[in-house]
């Protein structure tokens, strides 16, 4: 027969079992939901960048001509030109928070060269001069700092992948940058 210490041990090592399943399963589910909501994250800030009007104001901008910066001010200051300093900083947001999310870990470089590496190295490249002159004058020296940082190393990604599909598209880009600003 079967003695009462034997069933009590049984009992042990199956309550043993169940708690070290419900841990993987607990485990499992919580990286699968940290998966989703990741994939829910990218998804919408990536989506921003491939609207029509996300490429209709990204056309805009860099159809943006001046000499220097005090040709800018007179031009796209936001005490002369709201609509466009809205259309700007509202695009520059965007990269930031792109840039945000690549330093916190939460965005990586493949998923940000496949929804709107383009448009974030192109805008940098366009509007670094102006940038840099705004944290001279008016803001912190670090404002848009992510937007920089991401679009730097978009660039460098791009340079060592030698992404020749995507060379065709930016020598047309990189022609339009060429034109006098």
Known sequence: ??????????????????????????????????RSHRITLTTTIMDEFSTKEAYRDWFNLMNMEWTDFDD???????RINPDNAALRLSMWGRCEKVGQLYREGLLDLDTIETGGNVLIQYLWTKFKPIIEAYRKKQWMPYTYSDFESVAKKLIEYDRVRGDTEKDRWSRVIHEQLQKPT
Not at 4 to 22: D, L
Request: no cysteine.
């Open 1 to 34: 027969m079967v003695d009462f210490q034997t069933i009590q041990e049984v009992y042990y090592m199956v309550a043993a079992t169940g708690v070290i399943v419900a841990a993987i399963f607990y485990v499992l589910n919580l990286r699968e939901t940290t």
């Open 72 to 78: 800018f001010e007179k031009k796209y200051d936001s």
